[in-house]
């Protein structure tokens, strides 16, 4: 279990920091950008999803390597054999969808579920930015 908890403690980290660097960067180049104004929000949506995206394969990584390797789990279930399987289950588990036809097995389970929880909290993050945003947005319209 305490491989398991280094690997998703690592994970986390990995993610809040491509979480922050992503939205930092976005923050600081809205007000350069030479598009129209409403435009800005697109730019906004498409790096909240680079950054999800990014987190996910993180996590695939992560169980693709663990798959077993060192007795700390499986993904079993409806496998294709190559890492979008792990592409896959990771976004299924970061967004909580959860669909069942994979599953893991052995101290992987852990980790699909810090994914899980670590997904939701960014999820949180980027529609808290992403509101923040379009009321700076909408604030700059009225003015």
Same mark, same amino acid.
């Given at each position: 279990? @305490?491989?398991?908890? *280094?690997? #998703? &403690?690592?994970?986390?980290? +990995? ?7 992503? !939205? ?33 394969? @993180?996590?695939?990584? *992560?169980? #693709? &390597?663990?798959?077993?390797? +060192? ?7 409806? !496998? ?64």
């Amino acid at each position: 279990m @305490l491989p398991t908890l *280094a690997i #998703a &403690a690592a994970i986390v980290c +990995a993610t809040v920091l491509v979480h922050y660097e992503i !939205l930092r960067r976005v923050s600081l180049a809205l007000p350069r950008l030479p598009v129209h104004r409403p435009l800005r929000i697109l730019v906004v949506i498409a790096a909240v999803l680079l950054a999800h995206l990014l987190d996910v394969l @993180l996590y695939a990584a *992560a169980f #693709a &390597a663990m798959h077993d390797h +060192a007795g700390l789990g499986r993904l079993e279930g409806a !496998l294709g054999g190559g890492f979008s399987d792990f592409v896959y289950f990771s976004l299924t588990s970061y967004t909580t969808l959860g669909i069942g036809d994979l599953w893991p097995t052995g101290p992987m389970r852990l980790l699909t579920g810090i994914a899980a929880l670590n997904g939701l909290v960014l999820i949180g993050w980027s529609a808290s930015f992403t509101y923040l945003e379009m009321e700076e947005l909408w604030g700059r319209q009225r003015k």
